[in-house]
């Protein structure tokens, strides 16, 4: 199974504040890569794919990079509807979950 | 709009059995495959199965290799997860999803409890 270590597992952050978090994958996954955030009670919700195309609607404030085994997600200005627990996910082989990050307010 | 609806959770005991449900509509359902994924309470997600579109071809990751069967019925557009010897491990809210992960249901919560 392709692991996918994604860091850190928590982050507390203030409104209007740019977070950035990694994961990295233990094989060469390409770019076969989403991000999902998910807030408590609710399915995640996809906001990139293919490692840094930004899914229809999704606001521009979300980004991602990477190819290969090193991804990084970011959100720039941070909004009080951004606090959720996001994960990563590669799909070159059978699907695998980062263990998430949460974000929540200072 | 494409929903996703799934169905067939509850608590049952440990050794037992239970089929899930997921009914889809708003897509074509026959032309794509369908994953289902879990999540225990307040922990991650993690990957169970996938069908292709015409039911032919069928991964399952390590942990219900064995346990678990998934299948679908294209002129019902259902999914199914068919869960035997079922463990206080696999307690989870499981949801369907469409291929390419933009589409979820909101999930069913499995107990297994003596």
């Known amino acids: 199974d392709v692991q996918m270590i994604q860091s850190p597992p928590s982050l507390s952050t203030s409104v209007g504040d740019k977070v950035t978090f990694s994961c990295q994958a233990s094989q060469d996954v390409g770019s076969s890569v989403n991000w999902f955030q998910q807030k408590p009670g609710q399915a995640p919700k996809v906001l990139i794919y293919?490692?840094?195309i930004l899914e229809t609607g999704v606001p521009s404030r979300f980004s991602g990079t990477g190819s290969g085994t090193r991804f990084s997600f970011s959100i720039t200005s941070l909004q009080p509807e951004d606090i959720a627990t996001y994960y990563c996910?590669?799909?070159?082989?059978?699907?695998?979950f980062g263990q998430g990050t949460r974000l929540d307010i200072k | 709009q494409v929903q996703l609806v799934e169905s067939g959770g509850g608590v049952v005991r440990p050794g037992r059995s239970l089929r899930l449900s997921c009914v889809v509509s708003g897509f074509t359902f026959s032309r794509y495959g369908m994953h289902w994924v879990r999540q225990a309470p307040g922990k991650g997600l993690e990957w169970l199965t996938v069908?292709?579109?015409?039911?032919?071809?069928?991964y399952y990751a390590d942990s219900v290799q064995g346990r678990f069967t998934v299948s679908r019925d294209n002129s019902r557009n259902t999914v199914y997860l068919h869960m035997n010897n079922l463990k206080p491990g696999d307690t989870a809210v499981y949801f369907c999803?469409?291929?390419?992960?933009?589409?979820w249901g909101q999930g069913t919560l499995v107990t297994v409890s003596s």
């Open positions: 293919n490692a840094s």
């Open positions: 999803a469409n291929n390419a992960f933009d589409f």
């Open positions: 996910q590669q799909y070159d082989y059978l699907p695998t």
């Open positions: 069908i292709s579109y015409d039911g032919r071809d069928k």
